[in-house]
């Protein structure tokens, strides 16, 4: 399975940017979905992460995230966005989408052991 982000850029404070992550030999669908970020010499965190679509598709976000970034499913382009709005430089980082082995794994976590695929990875920077 190959993942790919795109969507990365530089935006001002406030800006918004869609990140989105594509997958070859995967149905994302069934899958549990995560975006995670690492900035050089921090921990890598969490950002938001979606469960499969069964019905459910519930979805987490990290809480400093909350009310400003959006994950959602393009079903038919077999793609997952992280739609980010009101960009704060702390967003800046390097975004990576994630993927696990094992396909309707239930409630997405934010817990980068579960996952096993990643994407190289797409940089955000938010300056002025």
């Known amino acids: 399975v190959q993942l790919v982000e795109s969507g990365g850029g530089w935006v001002q404070p406030g800006g918004s940017l869609r990140l989105s992550c594509a997958a070859s030999e995967a149905t994302l669908d069934y899958y549990n979905v995560a975006w995670f970020r690492q900035v050089p010499g921090e921990e890598q965190e969490g950002v938001s992460c979606i469960s499969p679509s069964d019905g459910d598709e519930s979805t987490d976000y990290l809480e400093s995230v909350k009310g400003r970034f959006t994950i959602s499913r393009a079903s038919g382009e077999n793609m997952v966005h992280l739609t980010m709005n009101n960009l704060k430089p702390e967003d800046s980082g390097v975004y990576h989408c994630?993927?696990?082995?094992?396909?309707?794994?239930?409630?997405?976590?934010?817990?980068?052991?579960?996952?096993?695929?990643w994407g190289q990875g797409a940089q955000v920077t938010v300056s002025s």
């Open positions: 994630a993927l696990p082995v094992t396909a309707w794994g239930g409630r997405c976590r934010l817990d980068s052991s579960e996952y096993d695929y």
